[in-house]
């Protein structure tokens, strides 16, 4: 009987340990048991609020799942989008969970966890526009975030490009007419054009093909490999179906996901 106490002391012992929050040394976080996220908020469905206020989206779900996974608490730390990666050196978060494409210039800078979500740039015009391709972007004015892939894609093609610190400001002016198009996320423009009513089309063709990634300061390898663990359990599990197929209509997740690069 002695031995079955023991036995079941340490089971328990050890069954508080597996629940317990990881320490901020073994995951180099920032603060112990807390993952904190940075977000824009203002970018659907990535990010944005809820009809109660409280923050909602793709990326919401899903890091809060993977903080939820690690035993974590999802912290979000909301900041203006030309201004992450700076917060990020500046150890102000642990991760950017905002819609980043990972590019090969990126990834000098940060590293990202394996992609977690894949779609395309696409061409967002009004409903009667002449623009039905990126062959006619030529001497238009488009807009795109500032710094964003999206701005270097319109330049490419001759367009002169008004950045905006917020896509949705972006959207807004294109149907004020004061722009000629802007380029975005097709995930994001799709739910935009539909759900806010919008008089907008988008082009057929897409501009680039990517998968976005969430960035984590280099030198952080357990936190990436923590992460990475996380969303290959979700997708696997078919919590990360659930999560987001209700927001957009089918599951984004990458087929064959970007693997980190330390």
């Known amino acids: 009987m002695k031995f079955k106490s023991i036995a079941f002391a340490l089971a328990a012992i050890a069954a508080v340990a597996a629940k317990a929050p990881a320490s901020a040394a073994d995951l180099e976080l920032l603060e112990a048991g807390k993952l904190q996220v940075a977000t824009e908020g203002t970018f659907p469905p990535f990010s944005m609020r809820a009809p109660d206020g409280s923050l909602d989206g793709l990326e919401i779900r899903v890091m809060t799942e993977v903080a939820k996974r690690l035993n974590l608490t999802y912290t979000p730390v909301l900041i203006k989008w030309d201004s992450l990666l700076v917060g990020l050196q500046a150890d102000q978060y642990d991760v950017i969970s905002a819609s980043m494409d990972i590019t090969a210039e990126r990834q000098k800078k940060v590293t990202f966890a394996n992609g977690w979500l894949e779609s395309g740039g696409r061409i967002v015009v009004q409903a009667d526009s002449p623009i039905k391709s990126a062959a006619d972007l030529k001497g238009k004015t488009v807009g795109a975030l500032v710094s964003s892939t999206f701005a270097k894609i319109a330049e490419d093609k001759g367009a002169t490009v008004k950045g905006y610190k917020a896509e949705s400001d972006a959207m807004q002016d294109l149907v004020n007419g004061n722009i000629d198009a802007t380029i975005t996320d ?33 030198g952080k ?23 987001t197929v209700d927001l957009i209509g089918f599951d984004p997740a990458p087929k064959e996901p970007i693997q980190s690069v330390e």
């Open 186 to 218: 097709s995930i994001a423009g799709a739910y935009a054009i539909k759900n806010a009513h919008m008089p907008l089309a988008m082009t057929d063709d897409f501009v680039s093909r990517i998968q976005k990634g969430f960035a984590i300061k280099k």
């Open 221 to 243: 390898p357990e936190l990436v490999k923590a992460i990475n663990k996380a969303l290959a359990d979700i997708v696997a599990d078919g919590t990360y179906a659930k999560l």
